[in-house]
């Protein structure tokens, strides 16, 4: 066997044994998925429980417990649990920073540099433990729980940037939408056509995926118009459909994804190696 087979095959298998997905389309297309769901189902289940932060982050962290521990438990990356921790991480990321800004009276400022400081911590904390920031190497268990923390940490820090560049600026939801796929896009053009070392700029785009959600979710559910005698501060109309509307659009939209992506598995499982 030549080395460039050796190598083909190393990476297969490393790929085989790997906890995580590998990075292609479908990757990017469900985790916006997840991130617009992070934002709208938290708004969601919060209203359900009577406005009560607290009592919200309790329910849903106890889910996001339950979820991690499955994902530990299994050998391989399996689609439905995987995508289903990263809903819920969603969540609870969206739910740590409104409970730091509204019960704690922490600034977004505050915030965004607290969590950018944290996640900072965990991803240096991981490379001088592990050597690398690969989520193509995550097949050992303290691998994985460095991979989970640090996605908390980018879903929280995204989410106090987001709701920062909004409230700063005013884009309004739109704007604020383009601004952050134009991130993404020049972090792509980076790489690809000057050489950005891949694990930086996917870590990047990680992160400015979660406002990009956040945006693209408070487009679709927030009111066209506020409702008589509504406080016009801060108001940005969005496309009315509503929390509960647009959170199963996205749930669904999920759910199909994750469908061929299992299908796609075993499909690919089922192919005799050549």
């Known amino acids: 066997m030549t ?26 297309i469900i985790k ?15 209203g359900k429980l009577g406005d009560d932060l607290n009592k919200t982050t309790a329910a849903m962290g106890s889910l996001l417990v339950v979820a991690l521990i499955v994902q530990f438990r299994v050998r391989k990356y399996i689609p439905a649990v995987y995508w289903i921790a990263v809903v819920l991480i969603s969540v609870v990321g969206t739910l740590i920073t409104d409970n730091m ?17 944290a996640m900072l911590a965990s991803f240096g904390t991981w490379y001088l433990s592990e050597k690398t920031l690969s989520v193509h190497t995550i097949f050992t268990a303290k691998r994985e729980a460095f991979y989970w923390l640090s996605i908390l940490f980018t879903f929280a820090l995204g ?14 939801y739109t704007k604020s939408m383009l601004l952050f796929v ?9 790489h690809f056509k000057a050489n950005l070392n891949a694990i930086l700029a996917f870590w990047a785009a990680y992160v400015v995926t979660r406002p990009l959600g956040a945006s693209i979710g408070d487009l679709l559910s927030q009111p066209r118009k506020l409702a008589p005698g509504g406080d016009p501060a801060g108001f940005q109309p969005g496309l009315g459909l509503g929390t ?30 050549k």
């Open 182 to 190: 134009g991130v993404i896009a020049i972090v792509t053009i980076a």
């Open 244 to 273: 509960t509307a647009t959170s199963l659009i996205f749930l669904g939209a999920i759910l199909a994804v994750i469908v061929f992506m299992t299908a796609q598995q075993r499909r690919s499982a089922a192919t005799p190696d």
């Open 32 to 46: 916006i998925l997840c991130t617009t769901v992070g934002e709208t189902f938290a708004d969601f289940v919060n």
């Open 101 to 117: 800004v509204e019960h704690f009276h922490v600034t977004l400022t505050t915030s965004t540099i607290v969590f950018a400081t």
């Open 159 to 172: 989410t106090a940037a987001g709701d920062l560049i909004a409230e700063k600026y005013s884009l309004g």
């Open 3 to 28: 080395a460039t087979a050796i190598k083909f095959e190393d990476k297969r298998v490393v790929a085989q044994l790997s906890k995580v997905p590998e990075v292609s389309l479908y990757f990017w």
